[in-house]
């Protein structure tokens, strides 16, 4: 404890400033470290691109102000990578630590405003050690971004309840607009705030202006484009999502609520959210600050109205992301306050011990067996298979079936011969069945890579149906992911869905 430098705490209200926080050199120094620690990892990590990545990957070669499943702005972000560093699958996730390092200074800034620098620099540390933190530096998704830019959000509304300037509402309205452009889960941040101001006079004295509701509104006007796109592509995004929420259907089951709530202790770590829970439990006792209200108010109303869906649907875990940047700041503060040291700094080691125990597995992910490695190994073989066969047999075109693989040809095995999906039976339910759907004019012969062992469901299109043979890669230490590839000619009808795999 001795040795980790703090900041004096200061008044309630007082101004960010580095002269006024000696502990921020040091909070920046260990940061930016782990930071580089983790571009370094990248660089030395042997995992495929994931299917969500890759697809990602092809968006940012496509630029577009939407697309099928997600706003823009992670395509645009690999995109501005790319053009730094390249088309590698480092490059590609690179953006992912450079943000998080983002984040935890904005979680610093936050606990600094509210709390001093004590708390600023645990809760950073918090922030930047997380389990779910450590695992998500490792790969690039929309969440990334997202938290960052509702760490902006929530900073520079911190700033405007404790009186900052005006100017702070400019900054909430680029933070909420380009999370929206991240996720539309930042659409959260309005109840939010409505919430502060049900529990906290000050918040709601903020909320009796027009200033906030002006800074929404300008944020709103980010989204414009994205939803010119929805038009122009029959509101696709907003189907995928309803769909996304949607899930399988509606079935009252509590497993699914504590599974959700059991994962929030991975994420943010098992100390930080205890000590949520304890603060939300106690959330008007005297030992709970207005501050602590502040926070709360950002973090709990997200997190019970994600479990109440679990109980009805399935919830992934990240949904409730963005409650994890407040419950940095009032899970620190609450434990510092109560000189419960121990437990912050064993929530820290957990989360290095997570991020050491991250970094050499991504470095040995092919001989570990382990069901998350799996899903992400194998793809580049299988790119370069399906490159190497197109090549020998003279392929101009290949076409295969579901997301997955067509995101995973696009990076592994594009550039020399368009690829294309099969077109669906309905309304596209991915991005790929909805621009690159196989046209009636695909250069011939095709390459059909395809998971199904049944040439009968190409002879209704193409009078040659040549099987080539089967493609077989090993998919982590002990799995081995199969295709089957046949080689098309002759077409005979327009393109159509295939019928389903009879086995």
């Known amino acids: 404890m001795a040795n980790l430098p703090s900041s004096p705490t200061v008044a309630r209200g007082a101004s960010f400033g580095v002269a006024e926080a000696p502990g921020v050199l040091a909070f920046l120094a260990i940061v930016g470290g782990l930071t580089v620690v983790r571009l370094i990892g990248l660089r030395f990590s042997v995992?495929?691109?994931?299917?969500?990545?890759?697809?990602?990957?092809?968006?940012?070669?496509?630029?577009?102000?939407?697309?099928?499943?997600?706003?823009?702005?992670?395509?645009?972000?690999?995109?501005?990578?790319?053009?730094?560093?390249?088309?590698?699958?480092?490059?590609?996730?690179?953006?992912?630590?450079?943000?998080?390092?983002?984040?935890?200074?904005?979680?610093y800034a936050i606990g600094f405003r509210l709390y001093g620098g004590r708390t600023a620099f645990y809760a950073g540390l918090a922030a930047a050690l997380a389990p779910g933190i450590a695992f998500s530096a490792r790969i690039i998704s929309t969440d990334v971004p997202l938290l960052f830019f509702w760490a902006l959000a929530l900073f520079a509304w911190v700033q405007l309840v404790c009186g900052g300037s005006r100017w702070w509402a400019a900054v909430l309205a680029v933070a909420f607009g380009l999370g929206a452009l991240s996720k539309y889960a930042m659409v959260y941040f309005v109840p939010c705030t409505v919430m502060a101001g049900l529990i906290e006079p000050r918040a709601r004295r903020l909320l009796a202006k027009p200033l906030v509701w002006t800074a929404f509104?300008?944020?709103?006007?980010?989204?414009?484009?994205?939803l010119v796109w929805n038009l122009d592509h029959g509101m696709a995004t907003m189907a995928a999502t309803g769909t996304n929420i949607a899930g399988p259907g509606l079935a009252f089951q509590v497993t699914n609520a504590l599974e959700f709530v059991a994962a929030q202790f991975a994420i943010v770590g098992p100390i930080v959210f205890a000590?949520?829970?304890y603060?939300?439990?106690?959330?008007?006792?005297?030992?709970?600050?207005?501050?602590?209200?502040?926070?709360?108010?950002?973090?709990?109303?997200?997190?019970?109205?994600?479990?109440?869906?679990?109980?009805v649907t399935d919830a992934n875990a990240n949904w409730a992301a963005p409650a994890a940047v407040s419950a940095f700041v009032v899970a620190t503060a609450v434990l510092v306050r109560a000189g419960r040291m121990g437990f912050v700094i064993a929530g820290l080691a957990v989360g290095a011990a997570c991020q050491v125990a991250f970094i050499v597995a991504?470095?040995?992910?092919?001989?570990?067996?382990?069901?998350?490695?799996?899903?992400?190994?194998?793809?580049?073989?299988?790119?370069?298979?399906?490159?190497?066969?197109?090549?020998?047999?003279?392929?101009?075109?290949?076409?295969?079936?579901?997301?997955?693989?067509?995101?995973?040809?696009?990076?592994?095995?594009?550039g020399d011969r368009p690829i294309y999906a099969w077109p669906p039976a309905g309304a596209p339910v991915d991005h790929f069945e909805l621009t690159r759907p196989l046209p009636a004019d695909a250069a011939?012969?095709?390459?059909?890579?395809?998971?199904?062992?049944?040439?009968?469901?190409?002879?209704?299109?193409?009078?040659?149906?040549?099987?080539?043979?089967?493609?077989?890669?090993q998919a982590g230490a002990t799995r081995t992911r199969s295709h089957v590839v046949y080689l098309l000619a002759d077409r005979r009808a327009p393109p159509a869905a295939l019928e389903p795999c009879p086995r």
């Open 362 to 414: 991504d470095r040995y992910a092919d001989h570990i067996a382990m069901s998350p490695y799996a899903r992400t190994m194998g793809w580049r073989a299988f790119g370069e298979e399906v490159s190497r066969i197109a090549g020998e047999r003279g392929a101009r075109s290949i076409v295969t079936d579901g997301r997955g693989d067509v995101a995973s040809l696009i990076y592994y095995a594009g």
């Open 217 to 226: 509104a300008a944020g709103a006007l980010f989204l414009v484009p994205n």
């Open 47 to 107: 995992v495929d691109l994931y299917i969500d990545e890759s697809q990602y990957w092809s968006w940012s070669r496509d630029l577009a102000f939407g697309y099928y499943s997600k706003p823009p702005l992670i395509a645009w972000v690999i995109a501005a990578a790319g053009a730094v560093c390249g088309t590698g699958e480092a490059c590609v996730r690179a953006p992912a630590p450079i943000f998080y390092f983002g984040t935890a200074v904005l979680v």
């Open 279 to 311: 603060a939300a439990a106690h959330v008007f006792a005297p030992s709970v600050t207005p501050d602590d209200r502040l926070m709360l108010a950002f973090s709990v109303p997200i997190l019970a109205a994600i479990t109440a869906v679990a109980l």
């Open 444 to 473: 011939e012969p095709l390459l059909a890579v395809d998971a199904c062992d049944e040439p009968s469901r190409f002879t209704a299109q193409f009078g040659s149906v040549e099987p080539v043979g089967m493609i077989a890669v």
């Open 275 to 277: 000590a949520l829970l």
